[in-house]
């Protein structure tokens, strides 16, 4: 008997996100095993209210597909529930949702809070004696999840990071005077965003000449004896810094800059890692500085992604749902490199429970051990993921977007269908 | 008698200035009456210390001329010169360089301030009765030089600006939550590109929902009137504003957010006009509020760039070295629209002292009376110049780029050859 599948997006956004939801719903509407496709909006917070459409009406056109897959952001919302450790009330209704709908099959694209939903759900789904399977997509910028070559939306994400700082490097190298611009690079604790800058190096001429990434100890005074001397050999320096790096004590950097003082509303001031080194400059160095902090676009440019990481995106939701036909439940689809010279990749799967709530971190031997840079193998890793360009909509110069009309489907009506 | 000419680009980057520097080369290689065609890196600066390239030497195939077109910021650097009021020793250094070099044509790419130098030297040079045709080319994001419909560079900056808040507001949208999410656009006296942002409306279903510049008063109570209307309404409230606002009394915003003490560094917290305004709606409303900076890439982001504007950069820069071949000079090129539908442009030339430190404005009928908006009119000016999406060039994934080697030129060894 075939079975009725939702899906929804949970966590950050991606500019890929949505291609993971087109690939997973393409794939489901040529499988013979899905009979309904649901999507619920803003995750599991719609499974409990009930917020849930019916994707084969809402995804009709080969062009409706396109677009979603050039629409940055979850097209069907977002949220940050988390489950609780021990199943409570929210199991129950989320369980009562899925029964109205006759719901065998729920894949969840998100990052590792995300994936801890599925394990719960799945553990909680086969206490309870159902057969219904879970499965994850994985998703985020900060390519932090183990158990997979990299993170569709890292790729995206690295090529508006590459693209940003050579264009700023070319903003920074019209005066004919030293100065320093310090690009600061979203990454809490996983520098492979930050680490994604060197691919800018050819394109623009050398820059960045320095990379700070989390995972490796900031040291102030070796930073400024670097921009020093990079002052004197190239003149205009540019710096990629990751928002999280830290110094020896464990501290972040943002949290060093810290004045203890308080604005006219009140307010602490917070200037982040880029703004911080920025005014150690002008202390200590004296030249002209700049920091520049690549904002949300570095996670939502749909304008500029990488036509690998689209087509991955797609294709591992496509894997998903191949998954939960084969009957797998509480895994994550993951992509497998097997070579990156041609670059070559499969999809495959792990237990949730491996990726859950973990963090893949930069290795330490792919940044240089004075710090400052990362190592070709860096390089290597990176470079095959950010090929080709996704085709983006413009409509009088402007972009296209898609977006889902919010009619929500009663069970009632559909769930008979299934039967 | 053929003449040798020179060019340069000052004052500030945008994505569209080697698109001017370009077509001025194109239409000089073409035109019988240009001997000897010779860039000055850094501007007037390059002038004062001979730093001269050739430029047919430095582009040789219509390949590096597509490279530079889709290079952001002056690929022959910049410089923030301003000539004295009287004659000195500066501009008798010029001209000595300029006899050096035997240049009959200077062309100058720039905004108000760099009109300020073609004006100046204009008068010099006549005064010495030295028959140099000096002309300007116009550019800047601000689009605030009178006498011409827009400025190159303004049309891609738009683009950008539009593009931009799309993507952020699709990052806003996905949570379920009330939020009012604020970019900060570049702009201190003018508003042109932070009007720009009313074209991302269609695309962004609504989005920005309120718009402030700095030619209407800033009204802090009707702000945070129209946001908690707007959050009634469509509960992600997407709003645009310039950096310039300023309050009723004349003073920027970003003056009043200056709480008067310092940090650690001893540096006073700058926040800007949109850090100002998130800190309101979070004192004032208490929801979930964040502010975006769009950064230099406003500029600087070659890589969406609109095609009308690289076209028109490029043919303004074509018209300039035609103005100089028929005899003008202390002009300025300039864009004149004769229809907005179809859209239709041609170039003509205005005395550069009419937009030498002028400014153009946002007509106040433009902007809604109650302010927070545009009107019709403004959509209307605005549409046609973001059209099309200007070549960029990809390489592995990562963008290239063009740059100019600093082989610069003895005038001894060139200047025999323009007899």
């Known amino acids: 008997m075939a079975k009725n599948m939702l899906i929804g997006q949970s966590g950050g956004p ?16 040529q499988a013979d095993g899905i009979a309904e496709i649901y999507g619920s909006f803003n995750g599991l917070e719609g499974v409990l209210r009930r917020h849930i459409i019916d994707l084969r009406a809402a995804l009709k056109t080969p062009e409706d597909f396109e677009l979603l897959k050039a629409t940055p952001a979850m097209a069907l919302g977002s949220c940050r529930l988390r489950l609780a450790a021990q199943p409570d009330e929210k199991y129950r209704k989320i369980l009562e949702t899925f029964r109205a709908y006759g719901i065998g099959c729920f894949f969840y694209i998100g990052g ?7 394990r719960k759900l799945h553990d909680y789904f086969r206490a309870a004696g159902e057969d219904i399977r879970v499965v994850g997509i994985p998703k985020t910028i900060d390519n932090d999840l183990p158990c997979t070559d990299h993170t569709p939306g890292f790729p995206s994400a690295a090529k508006f990071v590459a693209t940003s700082v050579a264009e700023i490097a070319c903003d920074s190298f019209v005066y004919d005077r030293p100065s320093v611009t310090i690009a600061e690079i979203m990454g809490r604790n996983a520098g492979w965003l930050t680490a994604a800058s060197v691919l800018s190096r050819e394109a623009a001429f050398g820059a960045p000449h320095l990379i700070y990434l989390p995972e490796s100890d900031f040291d102030p005074e070796r930073f400024l004896a670097d921009v020093r001397r990079l002052l004197g050999e190239v003149r205009n320096v540019i710096v990629a810094v990751a928002e999280g790096i830290r110094l020896r004590d464990g501290r972040y950097v943002s949290e060093a800059s810290q004045s203890g003082v308080a604005d006219a509303f009140g307010h602490k001031d917070l200037a982040g890692a880029g703004k911080w080194l920025e005014r150690l400059v002008r202390r200590e160095i004296g030249c002209k500085v700049r920091s520049v902090e690549l904002n949300v676009l570095q996670r939502s440019a749909a304008h500029l992604c990488s036509d690998v ?3 991955e995106a797609q294709g ?17 689809a993951t992509i497998s490199r ?10 495959g799967h792990v237990p949730v429970g491996l990726v859950a709530n973990q963090v893949r971190n930069v290795p330490r031997e792919w940044i240089t051990p004075e710090g ?14 950010v090929q080709g360009e996704n085709p983006f ?27």
């Open 309 to 311: 990481d689209i087509r």
């Open 14 to 29: 991606t500019a890929a996100i949505n291609a993971s939801l087109a690939g997973a719903v393409q794939a489901a509407m």
């Open 372 to 385: 400052g840079d990362v190592t070709g193998e860096m390089l290597a890793y990176l470079r095959p993921l």
């Open 316 to 332: 591992v939701g496509a894997a998903a749902v191949r998954l939960a036909l084969a009957g797998h439940s509480g895994v994550m």
């Open 338 to 347: 097997s070579a990156s010279e041609p670059y070559a990749v499969s999809y």
């Open 112 to 118: 590792n809070d995300s994936m801890d939903s599925v």
């Open 393 to 419: 909509f413009f409509l009088h110069g402007v972009p296209r977007l898609f977006r889902f009309a919010r009619n929500y489907v009663h069970p009632g009506r559909k769930a008979a269908l299934s039967q």
